[in-house]
C-alpha cells in the first residue's frame, strides 16, 4: 500500500518501469500543464536520479498493491503502467488539488492490461483524506480545514474495508471478498460526508464524455 509519492514507489515495485527520459524532457519544457498539476514539481525531482539507477524496480515478492492518491503521470506515463501485471486499486480523491485524480489516477488506470484491477473514486475526499494525522503530528505545518477537508477519520473505516476485501481476494485467494469490491456493496455502505465508487473498465472515450456532460452542466449554471 502506499500513498501520495509512496503510491509512485508502490507502482515501481508493482512493475512499472521509471520512464526517466520522457521525464526528464517534459520537465525541460515551459509546458503550463505544470500549473494544473503540482505533482510535476516533484516528480521532476525524480529526473535527477543517477544513471545507474535501474528503470525497472520491480519486487517479485509484490502479488497485489493499492495506491492512494499516487503521483504517476511523469514518472511512467501509459506505456510504462501498461507493464503491472499484478492485481492492482488505484484510489483517486475528486478534491485533490496536489496530485488531480484526471492525470495522475484515471488515466494511468486506462492504461493498465492488468485484468485485476480497480479505480476507487472518493467525493469530496482531498490529498489528506487518507492520511493519519496523528501519527504525522509530529510535522509542525498547519494546513487550512479547506485543503484538508472532511474529517479524515470518517473515511478509514471505509478505506480498511476495501483494503481488507481487496487483500483477501488477491493475496490469500478468498474469492468470497470480491463482491465487497463491487459498486452495489460501496453504495450500499457509503456514509456521509464520504461517498465510493468503483470502475474496473473505463475507456478514454467514456473519460471524454464525461467531461463534456460535466462541462455541459456547468456552461448552464446562471
Given at each position: 500500500v ?17 520512464d ?10 515551459e ?22 539507477i ?73 490529498h ?50 470480491l463482491?465487497?469490491?463491487?459498486g ?7 456514509q ?30 446562471k
Open positions: 502506499g500513498q501520495s509519492f509512496g503510491g509512485y514507489t508502490a507502482l515501481s515495485l508493482a512493475g512499472a518501469p521509471l526517466l527520459e520522457d521525464l526528464r524532457k517534459d520537465c525541460q519544457s509546458d503550463t500543464k505544470f500549473i494544473f498539476n503540482l505533482s510535476l514539481l516533484l516528480q521532476c525531482q525524480t529526473s535527477n536520479l543517477p544513471a545507474e535501474t528503470n525497472n524496480l520491480r519486487d517479485e515478492r509484490i502479488t497485489a498493491a493499492i495506491v492512494i492518491n499516487p503521483i504517476s503521470s511523469g514518472v511512467f506515463g501509459p506505456q510504462k503502467i501498461s507493464k503491472i501485471a499484478i492485481p492492482l486499486m488505484i484510489v483517486a480523491s475528486t478534491r485533490d488539488i496536489f496530485a488531480p485524480p484526471i492525470p495522475e489516477q484515471i488515466y494511468p488506470f486506462i492504461s493498465l492490461t492488468t485484468e485485476e484491477k480497480y479505480l476507487v473514486i472518493s467525493e469530496p475526499a482531498t489528506f483524506s487518507f492520511i493519519d494525522v496523528e501519527e504525522e503530528e509530529e510535522v509542525s505545518i498547519e494546513l487550512p480545514m479547506k485543503l484538508i477537508g472532511p474529517d479524515p477519520n470518517l473515511a478509514y473505516p471505509f478505506m480498511q474495508a476495501l483494503n481488507l476485501a481487496f487483500f483477501q481476494a488477491y493475496l490469500t485467494n478468498q474469492s468470497q471478498s463482491p465487497y469490491l463491487s452495489s456493496y460501496l453504495q450500499y455502505i457509503n456521509q460526508p464520504f461517498t465510493f465508487s468503483v470502475l474496473q473498465s473505463l475507456t478514454e472515450e467514456d473519460l471524454q464524455k464525461a467531461i463534456d456532460s460535466f462541462s455541459e452542466r456547468l456552461s448552464n449554471i
